[in-house]
């Protein structure tokens, strides 16, 4: 069974398989990309022999909408860590944030975050970030596909990306704030597609367990 979910602002992606595996009881249960805690939209779960079909789900193209804070940089680039330097927000315009964001569009070089799931050496990225052990990280070829404004004001950005495969929006956020001559780190992010699977057909967990449920009780 594949089921497209709408994550929750505050649980793992691994939190999400957990809670499936309770509700249906099923052995083997995954995930086609990792969310952010802090992230919510469309996180595609397989169970049982569906798992091996979340492969091809994780190599489609994704979209997302993000808010950028400008002027305050966190250790994770995104609102849930810990404040590591501020700088002033230079005056912007539409325009100069349009040209920001067009910047980008094609192929994108990115290096893996810190507090990333990403592993070098076997370990986690994050579990080296942990112990404030910085590790070398190679940059990664990427696509942006499209990338629009959707709006702005004197700290705030917020946009709507259409990317590949192992983008995070939490990097892309940090360098496009670079580019328009600041810091920042992400405020918010949804997911709202996974190759097919779009955030207006996807479902609560709450919803998925009470028709899990009923489709149970009908059976029996």
Same mark, same amino acid.
């Given at each position: 069974?594949?089921? !497209? ?7 793992? $992606? ?7 595996? @309770? ?12 969310? #952010? ?20 789900? $994780? ?15 966190? #250790? ?11 700088? @002033?927000?230079?005056? /912007? ?5 349009? #040209? ?8 994108? %070089?990115?290096? &893996? &975050? ?10 986690? /990225?994050?579990?080296?970030? @942990? ?19 959707? $709006? ?9 990306? #259409? ?6 929006? %939490? ?19 949804? %997911? ?21 449920? $009923?489709?149970?009780?009908?059976? !029996?």
């Amino acid at each position: 069974m594949i089921i !497209n979910l709408n994550k929750p602002i505050g649980w793992t $992606s691994f939190d999400v398989c957990k809670k499936v595996k @309770r509700i249906t009881r099923e052995k083997k249960v995954g995930h086609g990309g990792t969310l #952010d805690p802090f992230a919510s939209g469309v996180l595609v779960i397989g169970t049982g022999k569906d798992t091996k079909k979340l492969k091809y789900v $994780s190599d489609e193209k994704k979209s997302y909408d993000a808010t950028l804070f400008l002027g305050v940089s966190t #250790d994770t680039l995104d609102v849930e860590g810990k404040i590591i330097q501020k700088k @002033r927000v230079p005056k /912007l315009s539409e325009k100069i944030i349009k #040209d920001a964001l067009n910047f980008f569009l094609g192929d994108y %070089r990115q290096t &893996p &975050p810190m507090y990333s799931a990403k592993k070098v050496a076997g370990k986690k /990225l994050y579990e080296y970030a @942990r112990k404030n052990i910085k590790v070398k990280r190679d940059p990664v070829v990427l696509k942006i596909f499209s990338i629009s404004l959707i $709006s702005f004001d004197m700290k705030n950005i917020s946009f709507s990306v #259409d990317c590949s495969k192992g983008t995070y929006v %939490r990097v892309l956020g940090k360098d496009i704030a670079e580019k328009l001559g600041t810091i920042g780190h992400l405020n918010s992010l949804t %997911r709202t597609r996974v190759g097919d699977y779009t955030l207006n057909q996807s479902q609560s967990i709450k919803n998925f367990e009470k028709t899990w449920k $009923s489709t149970i009780q009908k059976k !029996n």
